[in-house]
């Protein structure tokens, strides 16, 4: 039995709901209760199979630096930021989280893409001392969020309350190692908790079995729509240029030296603008557009844009989404039509503010 189907095994016993026998739950009976704790108190998601790369040697702040859109050379241990990897062409090769260790740097990201970031970064390597180590099969991590969600986990003996923005500490719970990662990426207060993959099932149980109340991914997804934080390869892919995430002021420092990409991000920021970014939508009404849904203007032929994802919003019972929009309709509160099986759905733009 593997730690992985243990930590199933005592999710299906919880009630958790799936898509597939793999798959992490979609919730644990009722989204909207889920959603709800994670807006008004606090809960606990399941992340299992995010990318984390391990980046070892005497070089490796200055390598990572080199490509990437935010300042690495600088972060000291405890210290984590937001980050694009991106293309010679300023476009987003990936978006990644660099948290730093005494004694190394560790990169958090999407499931599924340590394959393509180690290839990527290896490609570049020549004589630097850097060492890549592959930790996504030995670590799952687990995200916390709601407003109590710090005094939760104290209560837990895992220290969070005064634990910074973009920073991490590392603590233990009945002999389970964790790494306790401040990350708002819900907009309520979040902690990425990284723990060994063994020792998954037994942390969960520690967690469920007092303080926090496990959520499904439906909440989740609705809760990452109205922060507007992008999924790469579905809201965000090779295609769109650093500055169409909407993440610039997070993710991109124009006061760092030279690195892959550099200069065409220069170069838009001295323009001022792109011609397309993600926004929010919040439709008048269900149900869920579609991956790729047309975006369109009331009264005319042309596209306002294209929907990349969407969810329900469990607070006022109305379907949001993220979408690619051209910059005369991305303003928020401008009204636009979603096209939904056919038929065109009203809708308003929202941003992160």
Known sequence: MTSVSELQQLQ???????STAASTPLHF????????AARNETALFDLTGRTQLELTGADRQKFLHSFCTNEIRNLKPGQSCEAFVTTIQGKVFGHIYVFAEENSLWIDSVAGWEDRLYAHLDKYLISEKVQFHRR???????YVS?????VRLDQLALPATGLELHRHTRSQLEGIPISIRRVDWLKELGFLLQVPTSQAAAAWKSFTDSVLKPAGHEAFEGLRILAMLPHYGIDITEDNLAQEVART???ISFNKGCYLGQEPIARIDSMGHVNQELRGLRLDSGPLPSHLAKVLMPGEVREAGIVTSSAWDY???????LAVLKRNYMSAGKRLHVLVSEQEVPSTVFDRS
């Open 249 to 251: 002021d997070r993710a």
């Open 136 to 142: 996504s099969a030995e670590f799952t991590d687990f």
């Open 146 to 150: 709601g407003p109590q969600s710090a």
């Open 315 to 321: 607070s006022q019972n109305t379907p949001v989404a």
């Open 29 to 36: 009976g009722n989204p909207q209760e889920e959603f709800l």
């Open 12 to 18: 299906d016993s919880q009630g958790a709901v799936r």
